[in-house]
């Protein structure tokens, strides 16, 4: 039996040959692969946008001093005696604050995504786009390899 020629590792989890895909503890044949390519990823930017128009509203309700002093009244700090509708643009600014940076930490991930007759999967992911574009290349040339070989020659 001839070994199978590797065409790409990372020396760690993946390995691709002219025949299967090694991650981890999965192989997968080439030939049950239907479909491969580079899926993009994106974290829901929701949550963070609505804590940011919360941040917004509560600050705006403060700077109009439509707090009443019965929902938030004044509250001593220290020697200093902060006014609720104050205190109410600063819990609001600063929640708005941490709905602006919780979007600026959100980051796209990369996965190389196969079909096969059981359906797609994701069979690695990482946030280094080049990485990924590694292994889908790599997949890629060991697909041309493996159709050429199938391939009967023009007589």
Not at 29 to 46: A, C, E, T
Request: proline fraction near 4%; charge should be positive; glycine fraction near 8%.
């Amino acid at each position: 039996m001839i070994p199978d020629k590797i065409i790409y590792t990372d020396g760690h989890e993946v390995v691709v040959t002219d025949s299967t895909i090694h991650v981890k503890k999965s192989n997968y044949k080439l030939n049950g692969i239907i479909k491969h390519g580079l899926y993009v990823q994106r974290p829901s930017r929701l949550p963070s946008v609505i804590l940011v128009l919360i941040g917004l509203m509560v600050t705006a309700l403060g700077f109009a001093e439509a707090v009443p002093p019965s929902i938030l009244g004044d509250v001593r700090i220290g020697q200093i005696l902060v006014h609720g509708n104050t205190l109410a643009m600063i819990v609001g600014g600063t929640v708005a604050f941490i709905g602006v940076l919780s979007i600026g930490f959100l980051r796209d991930r990369y996965a190389v995504r196969i079909s096969t007759a059981e359906g797609e999967k994701n069979v690695i992911v990482s946030k280094h786009k080049e990485y990924i574009a590694q292994i889908v290349d790599a997949i890629t040339a060991s697909n041309n390899t493996l159709y050429n070989s199938l391939r009967p020659e023009a007589i």
